[in-house]
């Protein structure tokens, strides 16, 4: 089963709620979450800083939109194995983006601290995970020093990244 970490942009674009996102984009993400949902893997933390970023953007009822419905997913299968993968985290001292899997390169020094919780969910996985991204240009700013450390990134609205 194909393992994902899944950028919470992604979900609030298959909501529809990003307007800069074009069609081609929105579709591109709800493809991608249903295919998830069909088939995939999704990699959280266990310390609940990607939930936590989940449930402050989209709606754990699962309604409107699609990303609501993968919040929904998430939240009901974060206990199944064969569904969730949950990765520890060490998070230095009282910053939550403060965390020590995230590669320390001072080429990545500008890196959103948002994101790195993502990135170092990915890098500590024992499923070599896929990150899903679809409008956030940062990291498309980093991709090569990303991708040099071993994160794998599919870039879901190429047309969003210039």
Not at 77 to 104: M, S
Not at 135 to 140: F, G, I, K, P
Request: glycine fraction near 6%; proline fraction near 4%; include cysteine.
């Amino acid at each position: 089963m194909r393992a994902f970490v899944v950028d919470v942009n992604v979900a609030v674009v298959a909501n529809g709620r990003k307007t800069h996102a074009d069609f081609n984009c929105i579709l591109a993400c709800v493809n991608v979450l249903e295919k998830l949902y069909k088939h995939g893997m999704i990699v959280i933390d266990d310390g609940m800083l990607i939930l936590n970023e989940y449930m402050s953007r989209l709606k754990m009822e699962g309604q409107p939109g699609m990303g609501d419905a993968f919040m929904k997913w998430v939240w009901e299968n974060q206990a199944v194995i064969q569904r969730c993968e949950r990765v520890k985290l060490t998070v230095r001292g009282d910053d939550p983006q403060d965390i020590l899997e995230f590669p320390d390169d001072p080429e990545l020094d500008g890196f959103d601290r948002s994101d790195r919780k993502y990135v170092a969910v990915a890098l500590a996985s024992e499923k070599n995970p896929l990150i899903l991204n679809a409008v956030d240009t940062d990291w498309w700013h980093y991709r090569e020093v990303l991708m040099q450390k071993g994160v794998r990134i599919d870039f879901l609205c190429p047309q969003h990244m210039r």
